[in-house]
């Protein structure tokens, strides 16, 4: 089946660093990717999502570009700050019954330090 | 806003006591999730609902039941717990599947534990 590989944390940084969390994909098909975002003691949140090939999203700074001859759907900022501080998840879209199944990374603790 | 409700966000069981918890949503989205989410883990499909029509995965155990009364309610019961079902689980909705395109909109979650 489809499988998301995702950089193993936790990952600590300080105040301004560049952020780079990677994450590649197994799919048989075209799958759309996704990264979601979780804050201590709450649910998942969207960051950002790309449904084809070369496409690139975006959201508060963070970015991430669909490519499908690597298979990697890597999620960078360019100065992170305190507040992102959280969970990271990389995910892709399968088809199941007229549905959308969410497969999911194991996730990315960020750290960041004043 | 809209959005996605999960109450109670924790509940305390005992050992095999029957447990419901419950998700609502104000978007009126057709799809509607349950994740379970244990410590340090990824979220894990449970089984989801297009509309009235009921979804399970195939290595969800029989423990797990759902509910969906209506467009707005769905309901995760467990009929034993075991020390093993406690986690956050998660409720999630979608609208209409769009070639795996669309978003999930998640609650806040409920924090299972089990005495």
């Known amino acids: 089946g489809d499988s998301v590989t995702q950089m193993e944390g936790p990952v600590t940084l300080s105040e301004e660093a560049f952020l780079t969390i990677n994450c590649t994909y197994t799919a048989t098909g075209y799958p759309s990717l996704f990264w979601y975002v979780q804050y201590p003691g709450e649910g998942l949140q969207l960051l950002l999502k790309?449904?084809?090939?070369?496409d690139k999203g975006s959201n508060k700074g963070f970015e991430a570009t669909y490519r499908k001859e690597t298979t990697s759907f890597h999620l960078e900022k360019g100065s992170v700050q305190v507040s992102d501080s959280a969970v990271y998840f990389c995910a892709l879209s399968e088809t199941v019954q007229g549905a959308q199944k969410l497969v999911f990374g194991q996730g990315t603790r960020l750290t960041i330090n004043p | 806003d809209a959005m996605v409700i999960q109450n109670p966000r924790y509940q305390v069981t005992q050992f095999g006591k029957p447990v419901t918890l419950s998700c609502s949503q104000t978007l009126n989205h057709n799809v509607m999730y349950w994740y379970q989410q244990k410590s340090s883990q990824a979220p894990k499909l449970l089984f989801h609902y297009y509309d009235k029509d009921f979804n399970n995965e195939a290595d969800t155990p029989d423990n797990f039941q759902s509910r969906r009364p209506n467009t707005s309610f769905c309901f995760l019961d467990i009929r034993s717990p075991g020390l093993g079902d406690a986690a956050m689980y998660l409720c999630a909705t979608s609208r209409d599947w769009a070639g795996g395109s669309e978003t999930q909109y998640f609650g806040p979650g409920t924090r299972l534990l089990v005495l």
């Open positions: 790309a449904t084809k090939a070369d």
